[in-house]
Protein backbone atom coordinates (compact mmCIF):
# COMPACT_ATOMS: atom_id res chain seq x y z
CA UNK A 1 0.00 0.00 0.00
CA UNK A 2 1.65 3.42 -1.04
CA UNK A 3 -0.19 6.86 -1.04
CA UNK A 4 0.28 8.75 -4.47
CA UNK A 5 -0.10 12.19 -3.33
CA UNK A 6 3.81 11.88 -2.27
CA UNK A 7 7.03 10.74 -3.98
CA UNK A 8 8.16 8.49 -1.21
CA UNK A 9 4.44 7.02 -0.88
CA UNK A 10 4.35 8.29 2.60
CA UNK A 11 0.30 9.64 3.43
CA UNK A 12 0.52 12.89 5.45
CA UNK A 13 -2.88 14.69 6.64
CA UNK A 14 -1.07 17.92 4.82
CA UNK A 15 -1.83 15.92 1.69
CA UNK A 16 -5.32 14.92 2.33
CA UNK A 17 -5.94 18.45 3.23
CA UNK A 18 -4.43 19.85 0.27
CA UNK A 19 -6.16 17.07 -1.98
CA UNK A 20 -9.85 18.14 -0.32
CA UNK A 21 -8.97 21.65 -0.65
CA UNK A 22 -8.03 21.90 -4.22
CA UNK A 23 -11.50 19.87 -4.66
CA UNK A 24 -13.72 23.09 -3.09
CA UNK A 25 -11.25 26.20 -3.37
CA UNK A 26 -12.64 27.96 -7.11
CA UNK A 27 -14.20 24.72 -8.80
CA UNK A 28 -15.13 27.03 -11.45
CA UNK A 29 -12.01 26.56 -13.80
CA UNK A 30 -12.23 30.47 -14.84
CA UNK A 31 -11.92 31.56 -11.06
CA UNK A 32 -8.23 29.82 -10.47
CA UNK A 33 -5.35 31.91 -9.72
CA UNK A 34 -2.54 31.34 -11.32
CA UNK A 35 -0.65 34.35 -11.19
CA UNK A 36 1.86 32.75 -8.02
CA UNK A 37 5.15 33.53 -8.98
CA UNK A 38 4.02 36.90 -10.07
CA UNK A 39 2.39 37.72 -6.44
CA UNK A 40 5.76 36.42 -4.18
CA UNK A 41 8.12 38.77 -6.63
CA UNK A 42 5.52 41.59 -6.18
CA UNK A 43 7.68 44.56 -5.01
CA UNK A 44 5.39 45.29 -1.88
CA UNK A 45 5.85 44.39 1.94
CA UNK A 46 5.46 40.72 2.72
CA UNK A 47 2.52 41.45 5.33
CA UNK A 48 1.09 42.47 2.22
CA UNK A 49 1.97 39.50 -0.06
CA UNK A 50 0.43 37.14 3.12
CA UNK A 51 -2.64 38.90 3.08
CA UNK A 52 -3.17 38.87 -0.65
CA UNK A 53 -2.33 34.96 -0.87
CA UNK A 54 -4.70 34.43 2.07
CA UNK A 55 -7.11 36.24 -0.50
CA UNK A 56 -6.00 33.77 -2.99
CA UNK A 57 -6.22 30.98 -0.48
CA UNK A 58 -9.83 31.59 0.83
CA UNK A 59 -9.26 31.89 4.43
CA UNK A 60 -9.39 35.97 4.46
CA UNK A 61 -10.89 36.37 8.03
CA UNK A 62 -14.62 37.52 6.48
CA UNK A 63 -17.92 37.17 8.09
CA UNK A 64 -19.30 34.57 5.77
CA UNK A 65 -15.91 32.57 6.30
CA UNK A 66 -16.04 33.28 10.23
CA UNK A 67 -19.57 32.03 10.02
CA UNK A 68 -19.04 28.69 8.41
CA UNK A 69 -16.24 28.14 11.31
CA UNK A 70 -19.18 28.88 14.21
CA UNK A 71 -17.16 31.62 15.05
CA UNK A 72 -19.35 34.38 13.82
CA UNK A 73 -23.53 34.31 14.19
CA UNK A 74 -25.11 37.12 12.47
CA UNK A 75 -23.80 40.35 10.98
CA UNK A 76 -23.12 41.27 6.78
CA UNK A 77 -21.48 44.04 5.05
CA UNK A 78 -20.15 46.67 7.02
CA UNK A 79 -20.67 49.20 4.14
CA UNK A 80 -23.35 48.67 2.74
CA UNK A 81 -26.54 46.76 3.42
CA UNK A 82 -25.56 43.48 2.16
CA UNK A 83 -26.28 40.47 4.71
CA UNK A 84 -23.01 38.76 3.45
CA UNK A 85 -19.52 39.55 3.80
CA UNK A 86 -17.63 37.70 1.36
CA UNK A 87 -14.20 38.78 -0.27
CA UNK A 88 -16.01 38.78 -3.81
CA UNK A 89 -18.40 40.89 -2.12
CA UNK A 90 -16.00 43.51 -0.02
CA UNK A 91 -13.67 44.15 -2.42
CA UNK A 92 -15.61 44.19 -5.48
CA UNK A 93 -19.23 44.21 -5.56
CA UNK A 94 -20.11 46.44 -2.70
CA UNK A 95 -20.94 49.86 -3.46
CA UNK A 96 -17.83 51.15 -2.43
CA UNK A 97 -15.75 49.40 -5.68
CA UNK A 98 -17.50 52.01 -7.66
CA UNK A 99 -15.55 55.12 -5.60
CA UNK A 100 -12.25 52.78 -5.19
CA UNK A 101 -11.98 51.31 -8.81
CA UNK A 102 -13.21 54.35 -11.29
CA UNK A 103 -9.29 55.71 -11.73
CA UNK A 104 -8.18 51.97 -12.52
CA UNK A 105 -7.71 50.67 -16.28
CA UNK A 106 -7.88 46.74 -15.54
CA UNK A 107 -11.38 45.32 -16.36
CA UNK A 108 -12.64 44.47 -12.93
CA UNK A 109 -15.97 42.49 -11.99
CA UNK A 110 -17.12 40.59 -8.95
CA UNK A 111 -14.52 38.17 -8.66
CA UNK A 112 -11.31 39.03 -6.91
CA UNK A 113 -9.17 36.35 -8.36
CA UNK A 114 -10.10 37.78 -11.68
CA UNK A 115 -9.02 41.21 -10.56
CA UNK A 116 -5.68 40.02 -9.10
CA UNK A 117 -4.62 37.73 -12.01
CA UNK A 118 -5.53 40.65 -14.51
CA UNK A 119 -3.40 43.01 -12.11
CA UNK A 120 -0.85 40.80 -11.91
CA UNK A 121 -0.67 40.10 -15.74
CA UNK A 122 -0.63 44.10 -16.15
CA UNK A 123 2.45 45.27 -18.03
CA UNK A 124 2.73 48.19 -15.48
CA UNK A 125 4.15 46.96 -12.55
CA UNK A 126 3.25 50.35 -10.75
CA UNK A 127 -0.49 49.40 -11.76
CA UNK A 128 -0.16 46.05 -10.11
CA UNK A 129 1.52 47.67 -6.89
CA UNK A 130 -1.95 50.49 -6.89
CA UNK A 131 -4.21 47.56 -6.71
CA UNK A 132 -2.69 45.44 -3.71
CA UNK A 133 -2.10 48.88 -1.90
CA UNK A 134 -5.80 49.77 -2.65
CA UNK A 135 -6.78 46.18 -1.44
CA UNK A 136 -4.72 46.43 1.93
CA UNK A 137 -6.10 49.59 2.94
CA UNK A 138 -9.51 48.59 1.82
CA UNK A 139 -9.10 45.36 4.54
CA UNK A 140 -7.57 47.67 7.27
CA UNK A 141 -10.55 50.13 6.54
CA UNK A 142 -13.02 46.85 7.25
CA UNK A 143 -11.00 46.03 10.70
CA UNK A 144 -10.78 49.94 11.51
CA UNK A 145 -14.84 49.77 11.61
CA UNK A 146 -14.92 46.05 13.48
CA UNK A 147 -12.42 47.38 16.36
CA UNK A 148 -11.95 51.08 16.76
CA UNK A 149 -15.66 52.13 15.45
CA UNK A 150 -13.75 54.34 12.43
CA UNK A 151 -15.92 55.19 9.19
CA UNK A 152 -14.12 54.69 5.93
CA UNK A 153 -13.79 57.94 4.19
CA UNK A 154 -12.92 56.88 0.50
CA UNK A 155 -11.14 60.60 -0.26
CA UNK A 156 -8.56 59.33 2.89
CA UNK A 157 -8.39 55.96 1.00
CA UNK A 158 -7.36 56.86 -2.04
CA UNK A 159 -5.34 59.43 -1.38
CA UNK A 160 -3.29 56.67 0.85
CA UNK A 161 -3.58 54.20 -1.85
CA UNK A 162 -1.49 56.78 -4.21
CA UNK A 163 0.99 57.57 -1.75
CA UNK A 164 1.66 53.89 -0.60
CA UNK A 165 1.79 53.15 -4.50
CA UNK A 166 4.70 55.52 -4.99
CA UNK A 167 6.76 54.48 -1.87
CA UNK A 168 6.77 50.85 -2.25
CA UNK A 169 7.61 51.21 -5.61
CA UNK A 170 10.38 53.45 -4.85
CA UNK A 171 11.71 51.23 -1.89
CA UNK A 172 11.07 47.53 -3.11
CA UNK A 173 11.91 48.00 -6.91
CA UNK A 174 15.38 50.26 -5.90
CA UNK A 175 18.13 48.08 -7.41
CA UNK A 176 16.00 45.63 -9.19
CA UNK A 177 17.36 46.71 -12.62
CA UNK A 178 20.78 45.56 -10.97
CA UNK A 179 19.42 42.20 -9.19
CA UNK A 180 17.68 40.95 -12.49
CA UNK A 181 20.96 40.13 -14.55
CA UNK A 182 20.84 36.84 -15.18
CA UNK A 183 23.03 35.22 -12.64
CA UNK A 184 26.44 33.83 -13.76
CA UNK A 185 26.53 29.62 -14.37
CA UNK A 186 27.69 27.76 -11.51
CA UNK A 187 30.96 25.91 -11.80
CA UNK A 188 31.83 22.50 -10.56
CA UNK A 189 33.97 22.47 -7.04
CA UNK A 190 36.81 20.55 -6.91
CA UNK A 191 36.55 17.35 -3.76
CA UNK A 192 38.30 17.80 -0.56
CA UNK A 193 41.92 16.35 -1.39
CA UNK A 194 42.16 12.51 -1.04
CA UNK A 195 39.24 12.29 -2.37
CA UNK A 196 37.24 11.51 -5.65
CA UNK A 197 34.19 13.14 -7.37
CA UNK A 198 32.11 11.26 -9.59
CA UNK A 199 29.61 13.01 -11.71
CA UNK A 200 26.87 11.15 -12.93
CA UNK A 201 23.77 11.61 -15.22
CA UNK A 202 21.07 9.83 -17.40
CA UNK A 203 19.68 9.93 -20.86
CA UNK A 204 16.14 8.50 -21.99
CA UNK A 205 15.85 8.02 -25.51
CA UNK A 206 12.62 6.63 -27.55
CA UNK A 207 13.53 3.31 -27.55
CA UNK A 208 16.10 2.83 -24.37
CA UNK A 209 17.95 4.82 -21.59
CA UNK A 210 21.32 5.00 -20.59
CA UNK A 211 24.11 6.72 -18.27
CA UNK A 212 27.15 8.50 -18.41
CA UNK A 213 29.85 9.14 -14.84
CA UNK A 214 33.27 10.82 -15.08
CA UNK A 215 35.47 10.85 -12.01
CA UNK A 216 37.92 13.63 -11.17
CA UNK A 217 40.78 14.47 -8.14
CA UNK A 218 40.27 17.09 -6.15
CA UNK A 219 42.56 18.82 -8.96
CA UNK A 220 40.38 18.79 -11.33
CA UNK A 221 42.69 16.03 -12.98
CA UNK A 222 40.61 13.27 -15.15
CA UNK A 223 40.40 9.47 -13.56
CA UNK A 224 38.47 7.49 -15.42
CA UNK A 225 34.36 7.61 -17.18
CA UNK A 226 32.13 4.92 -18.11
CA UNK A 227 28.65 5.19 -19.72
CA UNK A 228 26.36 1.93 -20.68
CA UNK A 229 22.88 1.48 -21.48
CA UNK A 230 20.09 0.58 -19.65
CA UNK A 231 17.34 -2.33 -19.87
CA UNK A 232 14.07 -0.15 -18.33
CA UNK A 233 11.14 2.13 -19.46
CA UNK A 234 10.97 5.55 -20.07
CA UNK A 235 10.22 6.89 -16.27
CA UNK A 236 13.11 9.85 -15.40
CA UNK A 237 12.99 8.65 -12.33
CA UNK A 238 12.85 5.20 -12.49
CA UNK A 239 15.81 5.77 -14.83
CA UNK A 240 17.89 8.36 -12.50
CA UNK A 241 17.59 5.96 -9.73
CA UNK A 242 19.02 3.16 -11.24
CA UNK A 243 21.50 5.02 -12.88
CA UNK A 244 22.70 5.61 -9.57
CA UNK A 245 22.83 1.92 -8.60
CA UNK A 246 24.77 0.96 -11.60
CA UNK A 247 27.00 4.00 -11.13
CA UNK A 248 27.77 2.57 -7.79
CA UNK A 249 28.42 -0.80 -8.60
CA UNK A 250 30.88 0.45 -10.83
CA UNK A 251 32.77 2.66 -8.59
CA UNK A 252 32.55 -0.30 -5.88
CA UNK A 253 34.15 -3.42 -8.79
CA UNK A 254 37.14 -0.89 -9.62
CA UNK A 255 37.97 -0.53 -6.30
CA UNK A 256 36.94 3.60 -5.37
CA UNK A 257 36.34 3.30 -1.50
CA UNK A 258 36.18 7.63 -1.23
CA UNK A 259 34.12 9.53 -2.98
CA UNK A 260 31.22 12.08 -3.53
CA UNK A 261 28.48 11.27 -5.91
CA UNK A 262 26.91 13.70 -7.54
CA UNK A 263 23.80 13.55 -9.84
CA UNK A 264 21.15 15.92 -10.67
CA UNK A 265 18.11 14.89 -9.72
CA UNK A 266 17.26 16.17 -6.70
CA UNK A 267 14.13 13.86 -5.94
CA UNK A 268 16.74 11.21 -6.07
CA UNK A 269 19.15 12.51 -3.75
CA UNK A 270 16.49 13.68 -1.26
CA UNK A 271 15.06 10.35 -0.72
CA UNK A 272 18.88 8.67 -0.73
CA UNK A 273 19.62 11.28 2.63
CA UNK A 274 16.33 10.89 4.10
CA UNK A 275 15.52 9.18 7.13
CA UNK A 276 11.85 8.84 6.31
CA UNK A 277 10.46 5.42 5.11
CA UNK A 278 10.31 5.60 1.32
CA UNK A 279 7.36 3.24 -0.30
CA UNK A 280 7.59 4.79 -3.35
CA UNK A 281 7.98 2.37 -6.59
CA UNK A 282 11.86 3.48 -6.34
CA UNK A 283 12.19 2.80 -2.93
CA UNK A 284 13.31 -0.23 -3.35
CA UNK A 285 16.15 0.99 -5.69
CA UNK A 286 16.70 3.42 -3.17
CA UNK A 287 17.71 0.99 -0.74
CA UNK A 288 19.80 -0.91 -2.92
CA UNK A 289 22.11 1.93 -3.19
CA UNK A 290 22.23 2.45 0.52
CA UNK A 291 23.66 -1.38 0.93
CA UNK A 292 25.83 -0.61 -2.13
CA UNK A 293 27.48 2.60 -0.34
CA UNK A 294 27.49 0.63 2.79
CA UNK A 295 29.59 -1.87 1.14
CA UNK A 296 32.20 0.52 -0.10
CA UNK A 297 32.91 2.77 2.53
CA UNK A 298 33.19 6.43 2.91
CA UNK A 299 30.18 7.70 -0.26
CA UNK A 300 28.70 10.92 -0.11
CA UNK A 301 25.75 11.65 -2.47
CA UNK A 302 25.23 15.37 -2.98
CA UNK A 303 22.60 16.87 -5.85
CA UNK A 304 23.81 19.26 -7.91
CA UNK A 305 23.01 21.42 -10.54
CA UNK A 306 22.35 20.18 -14.20
CA UNK A 307 24.70 22.99 -15.66
CA UNK A 308 27.55 21.67 -13.47
CA UNK A 309 26.68 18.18 -14.16
CA UNK A 310 27.44 18.95 -18.05
CA UNK A 311 30.44 16.58 -18.69
CA UNK A 312 28.21 13.58 -17.10
CA UNK A 313 25.49 14.51 -19.54
CA UNK A 314 27.20 14.95 -22.52
CA UNK A 315 29.08 11.32 -22.21
CA UNK A 316 25.67 9.90 -21.08
CA UNK A 317 24.07 11.49 -24.49
CA UNK A 318 26.41 10.28 -26.58
CA UNK A 319 25.81 6.78 -26.55
CA UNK A 320 22.56 7.78 -28.63
CA UNK A 321 24.50 9.97 -31.03
CA UNK A 322 28.03 7.75 -31.44
CA UNK A 323 29.71 4.43 -30.67
CA UNK A 324 30.92 5.94 -27.73
CA UNK A 325 30.39 3.42 -25.30
CA UNK A 326 32.78 1.78 -22.53
CA UNK A 327 35.11 2.72 -20.08
CA UNK A 328 37.85 4.65 -20.12
CA UNK A 329 41.01 4.97 -17.58
CA UNK A 330 43.49 8.22 -17.64
CA UNK A 331 42.89 9.92 -21.12
CA UNK A 332 39.15 10.42 -21.38
CA UNK A 333 36.89 9.88 -24.59
CA UNK A 334 37.07 12.55 -27.48
CA UNK A 335 33.54 13.89 -26.52
CA UNK A 336 33.92 14.91 -23.22
CA UNK A 337 38.06 15.95 -23.37
CA UNK A 338 36.92 19.66 -23.72
CA UNK A 339 34.87 19.52 -20.74
CA UNK A 340 36.44 17.60 -18.05
CA UNK A 341 38.84 20.94 -16.74
CA UNK A 342 35.81 22.83 -16.12
Known sequence: MRWQGDIRGIYTARHGYRLLTSASIHTDPQLHFVEWQKLWKLP??????NFLWRCMR??????????ARHVWERGGCLFCLSNME????????????????????????DSLVLLLNGALCSP??????????????????????????????ITDLLSQAAWLSD?????????????????????????PPHRLKCNVDAAVFEDSAG?????KDHARVFVSAYNAR???????????????????????????????LEPDSLNFCSSFNSCLLDLSYVGLLVEQCHCIANDIGNVFVHHVRRSVNRVAHVLAWAIGSSSVLGSWVSVPPTCIAHLVSY
Open 44 to 49: VPLKVK
Open 58 to 67: NILQVREMLK
Open 86 to 109: TMDHLFCSCPIKAQVWHDFTILHN
Open 124 to 153: SVKGAIHVAAKLWLLWNARNDVVWKGKLLR
Open 167 to 191: LWFSTYTRGVADTDVAPTAASWTPS
Open 211 to 215: FGLVV
Open 230 to 260: LGCGRDLYLVEAMVVREALSWLMSNGYTDFI
